[in-house]
């Protein structure tokens, strides 16, 4: 099955620095990448997705690249701001009805 | 409109008790998830129904029963519960009919405590 690393576990900036998380998957099939934040007590929201079919996707001071050959993606946040501040998971899945495998998280803490 | 709805959501068992924990989505999706969330352990799926009328084990089904009652609805059961499973559960849903690889929307989550 899909087997999806992130790092790193835990990453500090000062606001308005920019910050980058990165993730590595493990089957080829997959093909759609989406990124989820997490503020403390809350379920895991979207925040930005990917398909295969795309290299790079922008919303706003968030933006994801994914690599099919090297099989990772990342997510960047510029300009952060203390309410970036949150547990941000990355996940995988194949095509089809399959179910989406997370990373282990990673904690975002933003600094005024 | 809710979403994903949980109930309870803070719960202290004793070894051995047994509870349901109860989930409902007003969205028309057709699959709903169970999730654990563990410290350093990420989101780890615990059974998924990809539609009305079917379930499947995910990555750590040991000591869990689901039940889909219906589209709505999707409750995850501990038989006998173990301190081991002391976790927060998230609950989810995706897709509407005739999608594939969609947005998961989550549930706020149950706090289980097993003392």
């Known amino acids: 099955g899909e087997n999806v690393e992130q790092h790193p576990s835990t990453l500090s900036v000062q606001e308005g620095d920019s910050a980058v998380i990165k993730c590595t998957y493990s089957?080829?099939?997959?093909?759609?990448f989406p990124w989820y934040k997490q503020e403390l007590g809350k379920g895991p929201q979207l925040i930005i997705d990917?398909?295969?079919?795309?290299g790079e996707k922008k919303d706003q001071r968030i933006a994801v690249t994914l690599n099919k050959t090297a099989k990772h993606f990342s997510l960047h946040i510029t300009e952060t701001q203390p309410e970036d501040s949150a547990v941000y998971f990355c996940?995988?899945?194949?095509?089809?009805?399959?179910?989406?495998?997370f990373g282990k998280g990673t904690m975002l803490l933003v600094s005024p | 409109n809710a979403g994903v709805t949980q109930t309870p959501k803070f719960q202290v068992l004793k070894t051995g008790q047994s509870m349901t924990l109860q989930c409902a989505q007003d969205?028309?999706?057709?699959?709903m998830y169970w999730y654990r969330q563990d410290p350093g352990m990420g989101l780890r799926l615990i059974y998924y129904?990809?539609?009305?009328?079917?379930?499947d084990k995910g990555e750590v089904p040991n000591g869990y029963n689901v039940s889909r009652l219906n589209k709505r609805e999707f409750s995850l059961r501990l038989e006998s519960a173990a301190p081991s499973q002391t976790s927060v559960y998230f609950c989810?849903?995706?897709?509407?009919?005739?999608?594939?690889?969609?947005?998961?929307?989550f549930g706020q989550g149950t706090r289980l405590t097993v003392v």
């Open positions: 089957d080829s099939a997959s093909n759609y």
């Open positions: 129904s990809a539609s009305e009328g079917t379930t």
């Open positions: 989810a849903s995706s897709a509407l009919p005739g999608q594939k690889n969609t947005e998961a929307f």
């Open positions: 990917i398909r295969s079919n795309v």
């Open positions: 996940a995988g899945q194949t095509s089809g009805y399959s179910t989406l495998t």
């Open positions: 969205m028309n999706h057709n699959s």
